[in-house]
């Protein structure tokens, strides 16, 4: 399942191959262009001020802290609430008629104004969609310690382990056998 939220999240990227190099996506304006136009957020990727990619980094922080927890089998709590409030009333919406792909009439939530802040209270929202309209317990973390990845296990018995792709789920079968075959010469 690709969300808004997860895919901010997973912006603060980690070598999946243990090198120990990490990057902030975040930080790099032809990823937020792409980030973007993927959620089809209208907003200019390079009028982002300071003080307004600290708060931004800051959703990023709280919101990877809360998802660990939630990876562990806590619940949200009250507390994340009251720390998620602010980001998600940083932005004036108004109600709206909506036409929506089918060209049928919706009501809808316009934003007073589309800027960065409106992206912020957006990523919020994703993620108190994600852990109330679906199944909280599904949100885990990659397997493989050198990633990190947050994502939402959609499988039938819940039992993904690796983030998007192969990569990981690879890397760690590797690794698993490289540990036998050298504990084996070992031996010998």
């Not at 060209?103 to 108190?128: C, H, M, N, Y």
């Not at 990981?168 to 690794?175: A, L, Q, Y």
Request: proline residues 2%; aromatic residues 10%; neutral net charge.
């Amino acid at each position: 399942m690709e969300t808004l939220v997860l895919d901010f999240l997973n912006s603060d990227w980690h070598d999946y191959r243990g090198s120990g190099r990490s990057e902030d996506y975040f930080l790099r304006v032809d990823w937020r262009k792409q980030f973007l136009a993927n959620w089809h957020l209208d907003v200019d990727a390079e009028a982002l001020d300071e003080a307004t990619l600290r708060s931004l980094i800051s959703l990023r922080t709280l919101l990877w802290d809360i998802a660990l927890r939630m990876a562990r089998g806590e619940q949200l709590a009250d507390e994340d609430i009251v720390q998620l409030r602010p980001f998600l009333q940083s932005s004036a919406v108004q109600r709206d008629l909506i036409k929506d792909e089918s060209g049928r009439w919706q009501l809808g939530l316009e934003p007073l104004k589309k800027d960065w802040l409106w992206v912020q209270s957006e990523i919020a929202t994703s993620f108190i969609e994600l852990v109330t309209r679906h199944d909280p317990l599904r949100i885990k973390t990659c397997a493989n310690g050198d990633c990190g990845w947050i994502f939402y296990d959609s499988s039938k018995n819940r039992s993904r382990r690796w983030c998007a792709g192969y990569a990981c789920g690879n890397v760690m079968t590797v690794r698993r056998y490289r540990a036998r075959h050298a504990q084996k010469v070992g031996e010998a």
